[in-house]
Antibody, heavy 118, light 110 residues
Framework: QLQLQESGPGLVKPSETLSLNCTVS?????????WGWVRQPPGKGLEWIGS???????YYNPSLKSRVTISVDTSKNQFSLKLSSVTAADTAVYFC???????????WGQGTLVTVSS | QSALTQPPSASGSPGQSVTISCTGT?????????VSWYQHHPGKAPKVMIY???KRPSGVPDRFSGSKSGNTASLTVSGLQAEDEADYYC??????????FGGGTKLTVL
């Protein structure tokens, strides 16, 4: 059974970089799937952040592209998210996910709340 | 890219049917047959219920069905059960390797 687990600090200071990891179990990160991040600000809907393929090719939401880096570590079967210059507007539950051909998500992690505050 | 438009809430009694709409534009829902629907019980991992407009993943009850007409997609839940109470989100491929989501609909089983 595929499982994805987010990990990382739950509190980040304004202007700093948010960093999260997603550990994949039950599938190889080098499979034919893409791997992505989605977030949900409190009381709001979901927002696509971006995706990565095992070869390192990345695809980002244009509205976040200038601040986002998604990378993959095949040796650890993990992928990661970095979001720079965060503000309170980046406070959200961050989900990692397995993405089918950049079209839809077939597995999600449970999500992790990241709060941006001094 | 703007978010897809969903009603904030929907409700029905056990055994009834309820339909949730998801309205986009010709640039997303209207142009691609890549609409998906996700069920989210807060605190848990979301679950895909429908993909590619009307396909059900293995294990999803056939009480859940999807359709699309023009720029609007719909999710219908028939024979409502208590466990169907959750937040539902639609998403659509929007071209250029981007996906957009709806704002979510809270489904209440009365």
């Amino acid at each position: 059974q595929l499982q994805l687990q987010e990990s990382g600090p739950g509190l980040v200071k304004p202007s700093e970089t948010l960093s999260l990891n997603c550990t994949v179990s039950g599938d190889s990160i080098s499979s034919r799937y893409y791997w992505g991040w989605v977030r949900q600000p409190p009381g709001k809907g979901l927002e696509w952040i971006g995706s990565v393929f095992y070869n390192g090719n990345t695809y980002y939401n244009p509205s976040l592209k200038s601040r986002v880096t998604i990378s993959v570590d095949t040796s650890k079967n993990q992928f990661s998210l970095k979001l720079s210059s965060v503000t309170a507007a980046d406070t959200a539950v961050y989900f990692c996910a397995r993405v089918y051909q950049l079209l839809w998500i077939d597995y999600w992690g449970q999500g992790t709340l990241v709060t941006v505050s001094s | 890219q703007s978010a897809l438009t969903q009603p904030p809430s929907a409700s029905g009694s056990p055994g009834q049917s309820v339909t949730i709409s998801c309205t986009g534009t010709i640039s997303d829902v209207g142009n691609y047959n890549y609409v998906s629907w996700y069920q989210h019980h807060p605190g848990k991992a979301p679950k895909v219920m429908i993909y590619e407009v009307s396909k059900r993943p293995s294990g999803v009850p056939d009480r859940f069905s999807g359709s699309k007409s023009g720029n609007t997609a719909s999710l219908t839940v028939s024979g409502l059960q208590a466990e169907d109470e959750a937040d539902y989100y639609c998403s659509s491929y929007a071209g250029s390797n981007n996906v957009i989501f709806g704002g979510g609909t809270k489904l209440t089983v009365l």
